[in-house]
């Protein structure tokens, strides 16, 4: 039963890889297909990091999925008044910095509750959205080479995978080996405590939500960049997998702490049941069930190990 308690998500994931392989041995478990799982998580996987620095703190950011939108649609209206690929990523995350910012001076100087504050801001963002887009969806404009972000290939890897192991391996070292990521569990688990032993409370949580709707933001350009076009709804399907990802992650390495390697776990959960119902040729009407209750089952997993210590 520790075995159970200290790794059932990841034995829940391996008992999902293995009945999909035994179900679908050629399709499924084929290298090629590995290799699509991997880009299929890889926009969610950076999306749930993002939701889970805001985690970390005990808060959530239900603007996410709205920033994800905002950011495809802002490129695509950039790139269509002729300008470079680097001043529109950069003015691209730059506004989604912005807006994060704002939503976490709401929660942090106002005390504003997150899920309020995020899910209203996050309505003025989709609303600024369709206002630039017209409520149409943006194709015209967009380089080759931006689209080379989302849908190219590095010896063989696709670049998605590439950025999601970069952010990974970038927010792990944030939350697990700085003075940063300290600060941040500690304001999670007990916010008067630390701002009576002195740790900048307010700054950390702004930067937190800062970094989440940075990561949002690059979600969207990325999808963008692999459908060569944006829609003002394109990020609409991000917010309650993202969470479902970073809660599947909190069951997985550590007792019901947010941690990026959790997440990258939930979003292969999430990915892998999409992947292998897709294969198998569950109508999409049957996929978020089976995905819902698969999901589920996998926590039971968990906490079957735990109950049982």
Request: include cysteine; charged fraction near 10%.
């Amino acid at each position: 039963m520790i075995l159970l308690r200290r790794y059932g998500t990841l034995l829940a994931l391996a008992l999902i890889v293995l009945v999909f392989t035994i179900a679908s041995p050629n399709a499924f478990g084929s290298m090629s297909n590995l290799v699509n799982i991997t880009q299929q998580m890889a926009l969610l996987a950076i999306v749930a990091i993002g939701a889970t620095l805001v985690m970390v703190l005990g808060e959530f950011d239900l603007s996410v999925s709205a920033v994800v939108s905002w950011a495809g649609i802002a490129a695509a209206a950039l790139f269509a008044a002729g300008i470079a690929v680097p001043v529109v990523m950069i003015v691209v995350l730059v506004s989604a910095v912005a807006m994060g910012s704002v939503s976490g001076f709401l929660v942090a100087r106002y005390k504003v509750p997150s899920f309020i504050a995020t899910l209203a801001f996050g309505t003025v963002i989709g609303g600024l959205t369709f206002w630039v887009s017209n409520g149409a969806t943006m194709f015209s404009g967009i380089p080759a080479g931006f689209r080379d972000l989302g849908r190219g290939t590095l010896a063989g890897v696709p670049v998605p995978t590439l950025w999601l192991i970069g952010v990974a391996v970038v927010f792990w070292l944030l939350l697990d080996q700085t003075e940063f990521g300290r600060r941040l569990y500690a304001i999670g688990g007990n916010r008067e405590a630390a701002r009576l032993v002195g740790l900048p409370v307010r700054r950390d949580m702004i930067v937190a939500f800062a970094l989440c709707a940075a990561l949002a933001g690059l979600a969207g350009l990325l999808l963008t960049a692999r459908l060569g076009s944006a829609h003002p709804t394109g990020g609409g399907g991000y917010l309650l997998q993202a969470y479902a990802a970073v809660f599947l992650g909190m069951t997985a390495f550590r007792e019901g702490e947010p941690s990026i390697p959790g997440t990258l776990v939930g979003a292969a959960i999430i990915a892998v049941v999409s992947n292998g119902l897709t294969i198998l040729g569950v109508p999409s009407f049957l996929q978020d069930l089976l995905t819902g209750a698969i999901i589920l089952a996998a926590v039971l997993v968990r906490n079957f190990g735990r109950d049982s210590d």
